[in-house]
T-cell receptor, first 111, second 114 residues
Framework: SQQGEEDPQALSIQEGENATMNCSYK?????LQWYRQNSGRGLVHLIL?????REKHSGRLRVTLDTSKKSSSLLITASRAADTASYFC???????????FGAGTQVVVTP | DTGVSQNPRHKITKRGQNVTFRCDPI?????LYWYRQTLGQGPEFLTY????????KSRLLSDRFSAERPKGSFSTLEIQRTEQGDSAMYLC????????????FGPGTRLTVT
């Protein structure tokens, strides 16, 4: 069963625009991770945020976590065509690494 | 290339046959995970190893599925008496222990059961 649920399911934007996607989950977590998947490179880890953190940045990525609402958001700024991919949130309940993924947000960035 | 590798990349088999997949993790990673992904869905956890010990198995892993990690290095996932519902992408990932740590995924083995 999927723990996380991403919203929206699909997102289409133009290069240079920002993309925001949200993830909601059901049970308490130790950490939450975001991954990207495209046909060329498979699943790639983007960022990990611990349950005691509220915000984290990595390059053009910004992740927030609100454990009281059991939700997280991923913002990609100044998007590029190469950002076209599916983005998944994954929750880890106890840091053992048993990740529970959502169904993903499909992002298309057009030049 | 020192990433996670999986073999074969594609496997087509007839219903009822047995198949075996192999995963070679990043050499210094103690933890190894198997996931299954179907079209339009995120990966679903199947099982994981810490060194050679299999520590958890999902209820998705029926008796027809078995995984091993002899000597704590590569891992194999075997599916016996395959069914059409087993058709999926099987993903392997590895990570360091004492996490939480990011997981590094292999390219996957796409299984098609006809």
């Amino acid at each position: 069963s999927q723990q996380g649920e991403e919203d929206p399911q699909a997102l289409s934007i133009q290069e240079g625009e920002n993309a925001t996607m949200n993830c909601s989950y059901k049970t308490s977590i130790n950490n939450l991770q975001w991954y990207r998947q495209n046909s060329g490179r498979g699943l790639v880890h983007l960022i990990l945020i611990r349950s005691n953190e509220r915000e984290k940045h990595s390059g053009r990525l910004r992740v927030t976590l609100d454990t009281s609402k059991k939700s997280s958001s991923l913002l990609i700024t100044a998007s590029r065509a190469a950002d076209t991919a599916s983005y998944f949130c994954a929750t880890d309940a106890n840091s053992w690494g048993k990740l529970q993924f959502g169904a993903g947000t499909q992002v298309v960035v057009t030049p | 290339d020192t990433g996670v590798s999986q073999n074969p990349r594609h496997k087509i088999t007839k219903r009822g046959q047995n198949v075996t997949f192999r995963c070679d993790p990043i050499s210094e990673h103690n933890r190894l995970y198997w996931y299954r992904q179907t079209l339009g869905q995120g990966p679903e956890f199947l099982t994981y190893f810490q060194n050679e010990a299999q520590l958890e198995k999902s209820r998705l892993l029926s008796d027809r599925f078995s995984a091993e990690r002899p000597k704590g290095s590569f891992s194999t996932l075997e599916i016996q008496r395959t069914e059409q519902g087993d058709s999926a992408m099987y993903l392997c990932a590895s990570s360091l222990m004492d996490g939480p740590y990011e997981q590094y995924f292999g390219p996957g083995t796409r299984l098609t059961v006809t």
